[in-house]
């Protein structure tokens, strides 16, 4: 895409992502006609923005949770010249 692409992008996207999520497919097929790379590449982006919302609105404590990150035992490990142990 070459600069005046990215600006069409760009003002699309503006109008679009405000309206109710209910219009916006039509609103956005409105806004790009023909153009199915401009529909494609305005989709995906707002696709992005409202994952990212979903994200950002999500609580970090759940979302914590919700990570299976392996169990480690520390216990008579060396952290520097710290030595750590069980209780």
């Avoid at 760009?10 to 209910?22: R, S, Y």
């Avoid at 590449?41 to 919302?53: C, F, G, K, R, Y």
Wanted: proline share 2%; hydrophobic share 40%; with cysteine.
């Amino acid at each position: 895409m070459n600069n005046a692409d990215w600006e069409t992008v760009k003002e699309v996207f503006g109008l679009v992502i405000d309206e109710p999520v209910e219009t916006r497919d039509k609103l956005l097929r409105q806004r790009c006609g023909d153009d199915e790379a401009l529909y494609a590449e305005v989709h995906s982006l707002i696709v992005a923005s409202t994952e990212s919302d979903n994200i950002i609105e999500s609580n970090a404590i759940d979302l914590a949770a919700k990570i299976d990150l392996p169990k480690v035992d520390y216990a008579d490990r060396h952290l520097g010249i710290t030595e750590l142990s069980a209780r």
